[in-house]
């Protein structure tokens, strides 16, 4: 029998198992079969690796102990990005429980996963996780990097234990995650503070006294947009001269002095006529915010081609 690697752990130790009897399946087409054999470190498993020929006469060859490695590799990398990358990211959102609830902490979590995913994730399409056999998220950047990692480090050592291993050698790894964690942080209080934003909008939108019944609104493709009356006649300039001046202290554009147009309007019902609306869109989702009920958008009628003119 060749002992070849030590693969150690202070959790998630039988799906390890599992996992390197999945990887040893492949090794029977060159010849050799897995064993493994277990002993405790403090709170450390150790799954000792071997490999024994199927022709019982035959040695191990170098060919057939370096393609164990690979296959080792591989189970490693699955099992840090498919068990242990969630625990990780759970104890630095756990960090912030002083800044949020246990609601905006799932929040974060659910937020950093779904970055990770889309910044560093491989989609197949029409392959799911059954036709791969594994979860998709192991064919992900990273999961690819701590491969490599974990690769080059068996080439020169005979045990590894994945605890320490996620500490010392995969920091870039961590920093990673760290990122995802931040950023979900980031887009949790940029929309807490829209929301915040959104609120104090609808206080002065329902403090304010309407000035008309009806008002149409056509947005250009450029972003610059016109209000008419319900009768099809432009609405004075005077209501479009920057309500939101006193709400906010940044440069406006277009969405925002359309916003703040209406909220001085306080119109009961809001007509938005579509066109090309690719840089309107974030403007129809506030206003729609903003007044309840009262704004309905236009897809096409007889108005429209005597506003766009």
């Known amino acids: 029998m060749n002992s070849l690697v030590s693969i150690g752990a202070s959790s998630n130790v039988d799906a390890l198992r599992d996992r ?19 002993r405790e470190a403090g709170n450390i498993t150790f799954l000792g690796c071997d490999l024994i020929p199927s022709d019982r006469s035959s040695r191990v060859a170098e060919n057939q102990r370096l393609a164990f490695r690979h296959y080792l590799a591989q189970a490693v990398s699955d099992l840090i990005v498919t068990e242990w990358e ?7 959102v756990n960090h912030q429980k002083n800044y949020f609830n246990p609601d905006e902490r799932k929040q974060i979590l659910k937020r950093a996963e779904r970055y990770l995913e889309l910044t560093d994730g491989l989609i197949i ?61 980031d887009e949790l209080i940029m929309e807490r503070e829209y929301q915040d934003f959104i609120r104090l909008l609808q206080y002065f939108v329902e ?42 202290d940044t440069d406006l554009n277009y969405e925002d002095l359309l916003i703040s147009a209406l909220i001085t309007i306080a119109p009961q019902q809001i007509t938005i006529h579509q066109s090309e609306l690719d840089r309107a869109v974030v403007s129809i989702d506030t206003i729609q915010r903003v007044f ?12 429209c081609k005597r506003f766009r003119q």
């Open 125 to 185: 399409p029409g392959i799911g996780e059954q036709q791969l056999g594994f979860p998709i998220k192991c064919l992900n950047n990273r999961c690819n990097k701590i491969r490599q990692e974990v690769l080059e480090y068996l080439h020169i050592n005979d045990e590894l234990v994945i605890d320490g291993f996620l500490r010392f050698r995969l920091k870039g790894y961590i920093n990673q995650l760290e990122q995802a964690v931040d950023s979900a942080i």
């Open 86 to 92: 969630r625990v990780i990211l759970s104890k630095l």
């Open 20 to 38: 390197l009897y999945l990887e040893s399946n492949k090794l029977q087409n060159r010849g050799v079969k897995l064993v493994l054999s277990t």
């Open 292 to 303: 309840d009920g009262r704004v309905v958008i236009c897809k096409g009628c007889d108005h």
């Open 207 to 248: 403090i304010q006294e309407p000035r008309a019944s009806q008002v149409h609104v056509v947005l250009k493709p450029t972003g610059i947009f016109k209000i008419y009356d319900s009768q099809g006649e432009p609405v004075d300039n005077e209501y479009q001269d920057g309500f939101l001046l006193d709400v906010i």
